[in-house]
């Protein structure tokens, strides 16, 4: 019988949303990395080095690893990811998982400038990649959802990022919160973390 644990869960719920990452980025092709998105000021190209490389990053901090400062560094993926999008995000991303899955003690975040417990960290993974799977298909014009379990549990995580002036700083991981009429908890959940819901690229 499987033993139900919130490390357990959040683990599923974590592979759920990369999962649907990988599915929308594999999409992808290399005329599309010019593509505007709704991160203000990147590409799409920008967009999926930056989320590459946070695979990278949070893998290493997973095996201990984290405080080592170029694994953050978005240029050392951007080559790859340019060459080849889709198929180098789906390594990326599976390397996190396994990474996780095996995953003890505390990550070191140099980002965040602190030690974090296991699942604090994959926590700010977690949320990150609900919100980048759908910056990724908007980015595209494609639709996006996810279950309902992952809204579930990624909402109140989203509602306990402060806003305020802190997002208006440089590298602020989110925009300031956005008003709105959301319609469902998912779009919600984007606009506090500083999306539109229905934002659309201007390029055709």
Request: glycine content about 6%.
């Amino acid at each position: 019988m499987r033993v139900s644990s919130p490390y357990a869960d959040l683990l599923a719920l974590h592979r759920t949303a990369v999962q649907a990452s990988v599915d929308v980025v594999n999409t992808v092709t290399t005329e599309d990395l010019n593509r505007e998105t709704p991160c203000a000021g990147w590409t799409l190209g920008d967009l999926l080095a930056h989320m590459t490389v946070q695979h990278q990053g949070f893998a290493a901090a997973a095996r201990g690893k984290g405080d080592n400062l170029s694994v953050w560094d978005a240029d050392t993926v951007r080559e790859r990811v340019s060459a080849d999008p889709a198929g180098t995000y789906a390594a990326y991303a599976d390397d996190v998982m396994t990474a996780f899955a095996a995953a003890t003690g505390e990550f070191t975040l140099p980002e965040l400038g602190a030690n974090f417990p296991a699942i604090a960290a994959i926590g700010f993974h977690f949320l990150d990649y609900v919100v980048h799977g759908w910056d990724v298909a908007a980015s595209l014009g494609r639709p996006y959802s996810l279950p309902d379990e992952v809204i579930d549990t990624a909402l109140p995580v989203a509602e306990m990022v402060p806003d305020g002036e802190l997002r208006t700083m440089a590298n602020a991981p989110f925009a300031p919160a956005q008003n709105g009429s959301a319609t469902n908890d998912f779009e919600r959940l984007l606009q506090h973390l500083g999306r539109i819901p229905n934002w659309k690229p201007q390029q055709s």
